[in-house]
C-alpha cells in the first residue's frame, strides 16, 4: 500500500464495494466523481494538519495527544513539520490517527463537470446526488454534520467521528499496525 492513495483498493474491503457501487450509481444518474483520497499516512495527516495552523496550535494538538496517550500519535505530528503558517481554511480538523482515512475508512470525491473539477457544493445538484447516494447505500456523509461540514468526504456509518473517541491507544496502535499504516 502506498503512505496515500486516490486508488480504492487501498480501502478495507467493505468500502471498496461501497465506494464502487456509489460511483457507479452516481455516474447512471449524471454525476461524473473523482476520487481525490482514500488511504491517508499518518504522516500526510499530519502534513495536512499542521499546514494551516500556528506553531501554538500544533503544539496543543502534541501536548492533547499525549495527554491521552497516544504519544506515538503526538511523535509524528512533531516531526512532520514545519509548514506551520500557511493560514487560511483548514485543510483537515483531524490530526493523525483522528481521520478515518488513516484506517482505510473513507474516501473523498469531487465532481466533474465538463472535464474540470467543481468543488463548489453549495446549492449544486450534481453534488446532493452525490451525498444522497452515499447515504442510501449505507455510509455517512460529511456534508450532513453540522460541525466541520465536508461535502467530499464520505465514511463508514456508525463511526464515531474521532478513531481515538472510545479506543485506547494500544488499541489504535495495533489496528494501525494490522492494516500497515505503523
Not at 501536548?63 to 512532520?80: E, K, N, P, S, T
Not at 475508512?105 to 465532481?111: I, M, N, R, W
Not at 465514511?155 to 473517541?165: E, H, I, R, V
Request: net charge negative; aromatic share 8%.
Amino acid at each position: 500500500m502506498e503512505p496515500s492513495s486516490r486508488k480504492i483498493e487501498d480501502l478495507a474491503q467493505g468500502m471498496q464495494d461501497k465506494v464502487h457501487v456509489v460511483l457507479n450509481e452516481c455516474r447512471d444518474q449524471g454525476v461524473d466523481l473523482l476520487v481525490t483520497s482514500t488511504f491517508r499516512s499518518l504522516e500526510d495527516q499530519a502534513r495536512l494538519f499542521r499546514k494551516t495552523r500556528t506553531l501554538f496550535e500544533i503544539s496543543q494538538k502534541i501536548l492533547v495527544l499525549r495527554g491521552l496517550g497516544f504519544d506515538f500519535l503526538a511523535d509524528i505530528l512533531g516531526q512532520v513539520g514545519p509548514q506551520a503558517g500557511q493560514l487560511g481554511l483548514h485543510v483537515t480538523w483531524a490530526g493523525p490517527g483522528e481521520s478515518w482515512h488513516n484506517y482505510g475508512l473513507a474516501f473523498d470525491v469531487v465532481v466533474v463537470r465538463l472535464g474540470k473539477l467543481d468543488w463548489d457544493p453549495e446549492n449544486d445538484p450534481d453534488w446532493e446526488t452525490y451525498v444522497c447516494t452515499v447515504e442510501r447505500f449505507g455510509l455517512e456523509s460529511a456534508a450532513r454534520w453540522l460541525k466541520h461540514r465536508e461535502w467530499p468526504h464520505a465514511q463508514q456509518k456508525g463511526l464515531a467521528s474521532n478513531p481515538l473517541t472510545g479506543l485506547n491507544p494500544a488499541a489504535v496502535r495495533a489496528l494501525l499496525e494490522k492494516i500497515g499504516a505503523l
